[in-house]
């Protein structure tokens, strides 16, 4: 797993031509069954793929934190919600709540997430390969590429399912 991390941004940069031409189309013309699609891509790879092993998302990338994230994980520490805020957030370019720093400061060195049961809907949702409408999000899935190998895996199945 280690190697397929370290080997993806220049992976991912070698493909980016080619999906940025499929996403294109796809965005132009999505397949009727494209959600079903998707769900199955998804639900495939991650029976072959051990996040466990990886945890690449949480070392290199953080999530945003949503006002009802906020709530919800200060609630589970106990803090105050400006406490959580001066603790462990700060806004970025566009306005939004990120970490203060990566990897995230909720990563054990088991690759386990220590707030879990009440981690960032951004994280729950991450690489976001089963939503709905997924031709939507491509530029988001073309940066995805480069950090998590299951988003890769996905994409080049989906390449290699859709007809051009
Ligand atoms: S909150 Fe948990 S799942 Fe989200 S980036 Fe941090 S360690 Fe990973
Ligand atoms: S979602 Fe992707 S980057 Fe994150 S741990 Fe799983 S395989 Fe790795």
């Given at each position: 797993?280690?190697?397929?991390?370290?080997?993806?941004?220049?992976?991912?940069?070698?493909?980016?031509?080619?999906?940025?031409?499929?996403?294109?189309?796809?965005?132009?013309?999505?397949?009727?069954?494209?959600?079903?699609?998707?769900?199955?891509?998804?639900?495939?790879e991650f029976?072959?793929?051990?996040?466990?092993?990886?945890?690449?998302?949480?070392?290199?990338?953080?999530?945003?934190?949503?006002?009802?994230?906020?709530?919800?994980?200060?609630?589970?520490?106990?803090?105050?919600?400006?406490?959580?805020?001066?603790?462990?957030?700060?806004?970025?370019?566009?306005n939004d709540?990120?970490?203060?720093?990566?990897?995230?400061?909720?990563?054990?060195?088991?690759?386990?997430?220590?707030?879990?049961?009440?981690?960032?809907?951004?994280?729950?949702?991450?690489?976001?390969?089963?939503?709905?409408?997924?031709?939507?999000?491509?530029?988001?899935?073309?940066?995805?590429?480069?950090?998590?190998?299951?988003?890769?895996?996905?994409?080049?199945?989906?390449?290699?399912?859709?007809?051009?």
């Open positions: 797993m280690q190697d397929q991390i370290n080997n993806l941004p220049k992976w991912a940069k070698d493909k980016h031509k080619e999906n940025k031409t499929f996403f294109t189309k796809l965005k132009k013309k999505p397949p009727k069954q494209l959600d079903y699609i998707m769900q199955e891509l998804h639900e495939e029976e072959r793929t051990d996040c466990l092993a990886c945890a690449n998302c949480c070392k290199t990338t953080g999530p945003l934190f949503t006002p009802k994230d906020i709530q919800r994980i200060a609630k589970f520490f106990r803090m105050k919600e400006q406490q959580f805020i001066e603790t462990y957030l700060r806004l970025d370019e566009e709540y990120v970490l203060q720093s990566v990897p995230c400061t909720f990563l054990g060195a088991d690759n386990y997430c220590s707030i879990y049961d009440v981690r960032p809907k951004a994280c729950s949702e991450f690489p976001h390969t089963d939503r709905k409408k997924f031709q939507q999000i491509s530029n988001l899935t073309l940066k995805n590429v480069a950090i998590c190998p299951a988003a890769y895996n996905i994409v080049e199945a989906m390449k290699k399912r859709i007809p051009k």
